[in-house]
Structures are given as C-alpha cells and as structure tokens.
C-alpha cells in the first residue's frame, strides 16, 4: 500500500472526484471512533493526505482527528442543513488544508438513526446518500456469530439504496469466534469482512460525560496520548485489510460541485479582533464557525479563561461550549479574567457564549448538587464558585440532562443576528440557569428545544448574548457575518 499523488480522478467543471468512505455501526458503543481514529492514524502514517468529517453535532470526536491528520475535521448534519450546503462542506473541507488524497466519514449512533423513526433525516445514512460514498459498517459482535449474519443482513435489506461494502468485526474474543462470525457474514450477505479486531482494553480512551475527554485537555494531562494511538493505530492497521479501505473509497462516483459556497472570503479596510477563548474549559467549536469569522473578515485571538491574567486587546470575545464545572475553581480564582470580562461586558463590548460560555458568564456555578438526577459530578461534594457576573443567575449542574435539536428565531438584533432570523441548531448539558431576576431579558425563542427558562434561551445584557443552543455557522449562514457586522458597527441595542 503506498500513498499516491494522482490518488483523485479529473475533475469535470461540475463535478469532483473524491475517494471517499463512511465508517458507520450498528448502534453506539460499538468501536466506530476508535476504528475511525485508527484508520485516519494508518492511513496518514502511511503517506495520504486523509481528511477527518463526523456526521452529526459533536465536537469531541473531531479534536482527535483534528489532532491525528493535522487537518481541520468538519461535522455534516442532513436535518441543519440543505443537501448542497453538506456536499458545499464536504468538498470545501477536502481543499481547505491541501488537495485530500481521501476522506473517511464517521457516522452518528447507528447507520439509520436520525430525526424521525420514519425517514432518515439526520442521520448517517442521509449523509451516505448525500455524498453517494459507500459504507463499512462496525460491529459490535462481543458474545454472536452466526447472529451477526442476520444483523448486517437486516442493515442491508433495510435500505437498498445503502452500498454497505465491508464489515469490521469488532470485539472478536479469538479464532474460532472469528471465523464463524467472518463465515456466517459473508455466506448469507455477500459482504466481506475487511476486518476482525480483537477485545482489548489498551485501545480505550477516557470517556466523561459528554463523551470522550476532549483532545486537548487528554494532550495536557495525559503523558501517553501519543502511545495510545500508537496502540490503536498499529492494531487496526494490523487487524483491518487497508487496501479494501481505499478500494471501497475509490469506488465513489464524482460529486456534483454546489452552485454555491459559503466559503467566501469579504475583504475588509480593518479587520475586527474577536478573542476566542480556547483551553480545556472551552474548547467546542465548529471549525466551519472559526473559519466562517475569518472569511466574513475577521481576525482570530485566541486566550484561556483557565491561564491568562487578562483578556487580550479585542473588539469582541466568543466563549464556546466545554467543561467549566471541571475547571469551575480554576476559573474563580482567575479573578482579573472574570473582572475584565465584566468590564468589558459593561462597557458594550460584543460578548457570546454558547453554553459552556453561558454558564462562565453568569454569576456562579454550583457543582454537585444532590437528589438532582444522575449526573456524575453528583456524588461530588456540592460546591459554589464565582463566575463572571456578565449575565444574570446562578448555574446548577447535575439537575438535568438535555439532548436535542433545537429551532429558534431572534426577537430582537443582537451579536449574532437581527430580530425575525431564525436558526437550527442543538443542546447538550447538564445544567440549568437558576435565580434569574424577573427582568430577565432573552433574545431567543424557541420552537423547539429547552434553553434557558420556558422556551427562551439568549439571555442579553448590553451586548452579550449567552444561549445554551450551539449554531452550527454552516447552517445558520448570517452567524459570522452578522457577528463581524455588528463589530464593526459598535452597536449597542
């Protein structure tokens, strides 16, 4: 197997030709992030230019590609956004950082879980539909054998317009499970097993509770990140058939090029400073929104909440998603950080904060709480830590758990968009904003979803906004450039 410069087929004017392939399963917890990992590790080591997407709104799994590949990951999501706008990302993110020689896909939960139980909207398989690229699929096959034949037998005739080329054969406790479970398979569906992979614990990677600990906050505090994929690289290099990877993956057929990108640069006489703070509190960001800024004209500054004495000298600050409870007494005592950011929060300067930035920008968070759910921090002894005073309340973790799609529109102009525009995009906590006075102003109201209080989220103070919905910037398209606009314009509303 070697790397190949000529790996992508000629373009046409309206088409483009990318080796492509979608890792899937058949539900969650069945190795298809591990395999992925694996996979992008091997191929990269072994000379291809692999680029990383995930089907879905996540966050974590893409730091570790990021990471692996030294290319930006991207996430596709067919329930945000409208068919041309995922092939738009898709063909985008296999330029930005260099001509792909291949791009492997990870799907969400299970191959055909999605929005509804009567169509695929959402899920893996609308993206594998999208993209037309064929799918290997994951198998969790601990403890079956000829079980696993009717598993991928039931996943193929589920929905015949799903090419699924291969299976990787995961948690195989020796040869004899091996070989009935490979024979079963392939007698009775005609797909090949292009991978058998044996139980091993040395492949696992931290899990918390909203997945797996992010990649840069397992880089600090981990002093065997890289052996650890090392071990799953060398294992899924030895225990799945590359060349049938990149066979299946050059057996896509062109894709149409969109009549339209989002992916334009807007020149600008003076480019607006936005701080994004990045750290292992918060580090939940959609390439697609950082990349979006910049082409919209602005100029990235990066700063950590946990480590800086101050605020860098910006013309507004973007706070995204994370784990500040984890880090909540780091947090406090950064007192001339939680002071410049009131500050400046008073003084009009343009703040938002998607979640974990919501939580920041209120005036306390409350870890451990008790009686309130299952959520792990819990079982720790309740704590109260100074936050930064920005917005109004208290924040609670450990009462909930929210997990949905979201719909909201703008009653009125904020940072990120005027009143009457409305978006799709989705939550994930554990934690809800208490104590909140009873003028209490929110910006956003929601069709669909929990946010904040009784179907508001965006709650607003001056000119920052705080939501618990995560915008996904290539879905809600005027994300970036009314963020840079009101910048630019100093408005205060």
């Known amino acids: 197997m070697t790397a190949s410069s000529d790996i992508l087929s000629s373009e046409t004017k309206l088409e483009k030709n990318i080796p492509r392939v979608l890792i899937s399963a058949g539900s969650s917890s069945s190795g298809k992030t591990t395999v992925t990992i694996g996979l992008l590790a091997s191929l990269s080591r072994a000379g291809y230019k692999v680029q990383p997407f995930k089907v879905g ?25 409208e068919e041309e706008r995922v092939r738009d990302v898709f063909l985008h993110g296999c330029e930005a950082d260099g001509e792909a020689d291949i791009a492997i896909i990870e799907g969400v939960r299970g191959l055909y879980e999605g929005f509804e139980s009567l169509s695929d909207i959402g899920s893996t398989a609308q993206i594998a539909k999208i993209l037309n690229c064929a799918v290997i699929l994951v198998l969790n096959a601990r403890s079956i054998t000829r079980s696993a034949a009717a598993i991928v037998s039931g996943f193929k005739a589920f929905d015949p317009k799903i090419n699924i080329a291969g299976v990787i054969l995961n948690n195989i406790g020796g040869h004899r499970h091996a070989l009935k479970a490979k024979e ?46 090392r071990i799953i690289r060398e294992i899924i290099s030895e225990s799945v058939d590359l060349d049938k990877v990149l066979s299946i993956a050059r057996q896509a057929a062109p894709l149409p090029i969109p009549q339209s990108t989002i992916f334009v640069r807007r ?50 600050i973007y706070i995204g998603g994370g784990y500040p409870e984890l880090f909540a007494a780091e947090l406090e005592a ?11 929060s008073k003084a009009g300067l343009p703040i938002y904060g998607e979640c974990g930035g919501l939580m920041y920008l209120t005036e306390k968070l409350t870890t451990g709480v008790k009686g309130k759910g299952t959520y792990h921090m819990a079982d720790m002894p309740e704590s109260t830590y100074d936050m930064a005073g920005a917005l109004p309340g208290h924040t609670l973790m450990g009462h909930k758990r929210v997990v949905s799609y979201n719909i909201g529109s703008l009653t009125m102009n904020t940072v990120i968009g005027k009143a009457g525009d409305s978006f799709r995009a989705h939550e994930f906590h554990h934690s809800e904003v208490t104590e909140l ?57």
């Open 267 to 316: 020149d600008m006489p003076e480019k607006p400073v936005i701080g994004i703070a990045l750290d292992e509190a918060f580090n939940f960001y959609y390439h697609d929104n950082l990349e979006l800024l910049e082409l919209a004209g602005a100029k990235l500054r990066y700063f950590s909440p946990v480590h800086d004495s101050h605020v860098p000298n910006v013309d507004g």
């Open 57 to 81: 709104l996540d966050y974590i799994d893409p730091s570790y590609y990021s990471e692996i590949t030294g290319r930006k990951a991207r996430n596709i999501d067919g329930y945000l956004m």
């Open 334 to 344: 950064n007192v001339s950080m939680r002071e410049d950011i009131k500050a400046m």
């Open 184 to 229: 079963a398979i392939e007698h009775y569906t005609g797909i090949p097993v292009i991978g058998i992979i044996p139980r091993n614990n040395d492949m696992m990677i931290s899990m918390r509770h909203l997945g797996l600990v992010p990649a840069i906050e397992e880089r600090r505090r981990s002093k065997n990140f890289d052996e650890r994929i």
């Open 437 to 493: 006075p009873e003028d209490a102003k929110f910006a956003i109201q929601l069709s669909r979803g929990t946010g904040i209080a009784d179907g508001w989220d965006g709650l607003i103070v001056n000119n920052t906004l705080g939501c618990y919905a995560h915008l996904v910037a290539s879905s809600y398209e005027e994300f970036a450039r009314n963020f840079v606009n009101f910048i630019g314009r100093s408005e205060t509303f």
